[in-house]
T-cell receptor
Framework: QKEVEQNSGPLSVPEGAIASLNCTYS??????FFWYRQYSGKSPELIMS????GDKEDGRFTAQLNKASQYVSLLIRDSQPSDSATYLC??????????????FGKGTKLSVKP | GAGVSQTPSNKVTEKGKYVELRCDPI?????LYWYRQSLGQGPEFLIY????????DSGLPNDRFFAVRPEGSVSTLKIQRTERGDSAVYLC?????????????FGSGTRLTVV
């Protein structure tokens, strides 16, 4: 069973700080990686995707991928209280007939304190 | 439709009963996925449809769970002889690209409670 590991937190940062969320995965051949944000009682929403080694920036969000270390991270700059949510790391399965479905980590709960 | 629609939003059923959960994907999305999420956990994969056929049903926990998508659009997840351990939020997602390379969009979920 392919696995995606995340620190469950909670991670608490002050408003305006950088929040750093980390994820490791077990399937060395994985090619597609995603970060979803889930507010309490809501369904996950896609915020970032990354496919190549290095950094990908979108507004206050930066996704980082290191395939050699099987490590994905999400940085949130200038954190706001509205960023308080659970952040789910997801990796696309890539073997047999399972191409397409995502494997999710348990999520890291982020709390941004005003 | 504009988004992935799931009905009902909440379902309470007695242990041993049969339930059906419905998912209406985004119009034109050929790939459809079912997940379930328990409290404090990430979504757990159940089954993936490409068109009308189940491309991967390896996540279905046992033969009490079954899903169909007869016309390649709406899907129904069916659970027989429900157990208290089936209580969870059941999430449906759809994708324009079947390999999910662009991630996919979730519906708002059905909260199933088995009492």
């Amino acid at each position: 069973q392919k696995e995606v590991e995340q620190n469950s937190g909670p991670l608490s940062v002050p408003e305006g700080a950088i929040a750093s969320l980390n994820c490791t995965y077990s399937d060395r051949v994985s090619q597609s990686f995603f970060w979803y944000r889930q507010y309490s009682g809501k369904s996950p929403e896609l915020i970032m995707s990354i496919y190549s080694n290095g950094d990908k920036e979108d507004g206050r969000f930066t996704a980082q991928l290191n395939k050699a270390s099987q490590y994905v991270s999400l940085l949130i700059r200038d954190s706001q209280p509205s960023d308080s949510a659970t952040y789910l790391c997801a990796v696309r399965q890539n073997y047999g007939g399972s191409q397409g479905n995502l494997i999710f980590g348990k999520g890291t709960k982020l709390s941004v304190k005003p | 439709g504009a988004g992935v629609s799931q009905t009902p939003s909440n379902k309470v059923t007695e242990k041993g009963k049969y339930v059906e959960l419905r998912c209406d994907p985004i119009s034109g999305h050929t790939a459809l996925y079912w997940y379930r999420q328990s409290l404090g956990q990430g979504p757990e994969f159940l089954i993936y449809f490409q068109g009308t056929g189940a491309a991967d049903d390896s996540g279905l926990p046992n033969d009490r769970f079954f899903a169909v998508r007869p016309e390649g659009s709406v899907s129904t997840l069916k659970i027989q002889r429900t157990e208290r351990g089936d209580s969870a939020v059941y999430l449906c997602a759809s994708s324009l690209y079947p390999l999910g390379g662009y991630g996919y969009t979730f519906g708002s979920g059905t909260r199933l409670t088995v009492v």
